[in-house]
């Protein structure tokens, strides 16, 4: 994925199964295992998660997404 994509795909309020196998570069198990572990971590800290999605900002968070660095390379190659 590009840096222009990345950031198209965490601008999402919500992100599914499918976002997360992109974000990791993964398979279905991966995924879903690296989601659980995830809303395993919001519902013990009392959060409430709706549905199966998860907030993106809580996986950017968890993947420790650079965000800055995204938007810098993204400028650097839309030049």
Do not use: F, H
């Amino acid at each position: 994925m590009t840096a222009n994509e990345t950031l198209k795909l965490i601008s999402k309020q919500w992100c599914n199964l499918t976002d997360l196998m992109l974000l990791l570069s993964c398979g279905r198990n991966k995924a879903l295992e690296v989601k659980k572990q995830i809303k395993d971590k919001l519902l013990s800290e009392g959060y409430i998660i709706p549905s199966n999605d998860l907030p993106m900002q809580a996986v950017v968070d968890s993947l420790k997404i650079d965000i800055n660095r995204l938007e810098y390379i993204a400028k650097l190659t839309n030049k």
